[in-house]
């Protein structure tokens, strides 16, 4: 069975973990690819809330192997506080595999990334402030610190030497902060080797051996694909690769393996942080998506910035990934407006554009050129199929569907586990 990619098709905040959670009854293996603790998945079960933010969304589906792969960056502090949260609950966790080529947030790079972010003032780019893009910056730099290193002390004790010689400078010199101990940080993270090892893990070998067994492994992006570095509004972006390609990359298992790339849609359209947004309200109609989609950042705790449909965006993320289906999730949400305005195109310096520009400019000064659709007032939240939603909210998705380039195949018309409306299969 070839491997499944999902992913968010807009700013992140999609609902990812709703639909990954869905998969996962039928999936063996789901694999985070990459991204950090700066990602946020919450889960309902039952009367049951889940927020993730470094695992896995399969790691509550007890059928399925969680597998945490080297495209990740891993704050070891993050991930026992949340292991011992799920515990608690009654969650076993003790099927998770984490590639021991995964690199480590260390201390140093939670502290450069906070002074860093405080030091740009106005200019500032909207970190979590987590450490996660000075820990990419570092492993591209070859001075990062990976979850292997914790098992050999004097490899590690070099690495963290030869990070701090030049962090210690940028810290003291530039932003007046005290220097710190290399030796603090290495027996800080020696702490944390022995509980780790059992869940370190050849993940690539893993994963290629089971698709090579007709496993089921379906991989899950962290934030969305225009948070994507290369491939986002950029530098209002994430320091990794939510995108289709970045599921190779961040586990080791080859293009030609992957039969299905999903993209989650929200049936509206939200940003956390800074950076250009064209459908933005900043209305009643903003207020009012944000209070009854509770649109607040599972990670950051952050107000989420709401606007209406973006299908510009939509048409992008297809074409970048190579989508072959999308799942709506919170049509919900829009019940009870009269008339609902999606954006078609942009306009910029007069002209109409369709397409994302591949200027920033261009895109800081677009403006959405909406068509109005009809809205709905029938609560859909117990619609178990399409024909049960009122004919106007069959004719958005319709509509989305056509302007978006790839067939939805589910909707979420509720944040319950069971609250979706599946149209086409995932799997099969």
């Not at 690819?33 to 470094?54: I, P």
Request: hydrophobic share 35%.
């Amino acid at each position: 069975m070839p491997a499944l990619v999902l992913l968010g098709a807009q700013w992140g905040d999609e609902g990812k973990g709703k639909a990954t959670d869905l998969l996962g009854g039928s999936v063996d293996y789901v694999v985070r690819y990459q991204g950090g603790n700066n990602a946020g998945h919450t889960v309902v079960v039952g009367d049951q809330k889940y927020a993730l933010h470094l695992l896995p969304s399969g790691i509550l589906t007890p059928e399925c192997t969680p597998v945490i792969g080297n495209g990740v960056v891993v704050d070891p502090s993050v991930l026992f506080s949340e292991l011992n949260g799920l515990n608690e609950r009654g969650v076993d966790t003790s099927k998770l595999l984490i590639s021991g080529n995964a690199h480590i947030i260390t201390p140093y790079n939670v502290t450069v990334d906070k002074v860093t972010e405080r030091f740009l003032g106005k200019r500032k780019i909207g970190t979590t402030g987590r450490g996660i893009g000075p820990t990419y910056a570092d492993k591209i730099n070859r001075v990062g610190i990976r979850i292997q290193d914790l098992y050999d002390e004097s490899i590690l004790t070099q690495k963290v030497e030869a990070a701090l010689e030049v962090k210690n400078q940028l810290l003291t010199k530039l932003y007046n902060r005290r220097a710190i101990e290399a030796g603090q940080v290495v027996e800080e993270l020696l702490g944390y080797a022995d509980r780790l090892k059992p869940y370190v893990a050849d993940t690539v070998l893993i994963l290629n051996e089971a698709l090579e067994q007709d496993k089921v492994v379906l991989f899950e992006g962290g934030q969305g694909t225009l948070l994507d570095i290369d491939h986002g509004t950029y530098p209002f972006v994430t320091s990794s690769n939510p995108t289709a390609g970045g599921a190779c990359t961040g586990t080791g298992v080859g293009p030609t393996k992957i039969s299905r790339v999903i993209g989650i849609l929200k049936a509206y359209t939200t940003r956390v942080g800074s950076g250009p947004f064209p459908t933005e309200l900043f209305d009643e109609d903003g207020e009012a998506l944000r209070r009854i989609g509770g649109e607040r950042g599972v990670t950051t705790g952050r107000d989420r910035r709401c606007g209406w449909f973006d299908a510009v965006i939509a048409r992008y993320a297809t074409r970048v990934n190579g989508l072959t289906d999308f799942f709506l999730t919170k049509l919900d949400v829009l019940t009870g407006w009269e008339e609902i305005p999606v954006c078609v195109a942009y306009e910029i310096d007069g002209k109409r554009v369709e397409e994302l520009p591949y200027s920033q400019t261009d895109f800081h000064h677009a403006k959405p050129v909406y068509e109005t659709l009809p809205g709905w007032s029938e609560d859909i939240t117990k619609a178990k199929t399409f024909a049960d939603l009122p004919k106007n909210a069959q004719a958005y998705v319709k509509a989305l569907e056509e302007m978006s380039g790839a067939p939805i195949s589910a909707i979420g018309v509720g944040p319950g586990r069971d609250e979706t409306i599946e149209i086409n299969s995932f799997i099969g």
